[in-house]
């Protein structure tokens, strides 16, 4: 069974840095671009970041500069690494997998979310 699964949300002081995961079950990212998405407290889901398996990477320009997208080198987890957060960054982060290895593709698996909060 194909799931995606996020973790390494939290509370966190603006200014802080958090580290998120996504780890695939079922299968591995080879084949597929990972993009990363929030929705904040009555707000639109937002897509912030993607990589593909070939490595290339996006970043949106509300995060780019603080936020990094990386993967193992197995192609099963995918991390984001944000830094610098401030309250607006606060809301569920969600993976998602797209088949066809492009960012720009339907996303076809999701995860559950985390909850990032960043308040002092």
């Known amino acids: 069974q194909v799931q995606l699964v996020e973790s390494g949300g939290g509370l966190v002081q603006p200014g802080g840095s958090l580290r998120l995961s996504c780890a695939a079950s079922?299968?591995?990212?080879?084949?597929?671009?990972i993009g990363w998405f929030r929705q904040a407290p009555g707000k639109n889901r937002e897509h912030i970041a993607c990589?593909?398996?070939?490595?290339?990477?996006f970043l949106s320009t509300p995060v780019s500069g603080r936020f990094t997208i990386s993967g193992n080198n197995a192609k099963t987890t995918i991390f984001l690494q944000m830094n610098s957060l401030t309250p607006s960054d606060t809301g569920v982060y969600f993976c998602?997998?797209?088949?066809?290895?492009?960012?720009?593709?339907?996303?076809?698996?999701w995860g559950r979310g985390t909850q990032v909060t960043v308040s002092s």
């Open positions: 079922g299968f591995t990212f080879v084949g597929y671009a």
């Open positions: 998602a997998a797209a088949r066809g290895d492009y960012c720009e593709n339907d996303y076809n698996y």
């Open positions: 990589i593909n398996s070939h490595g290339a990477t």
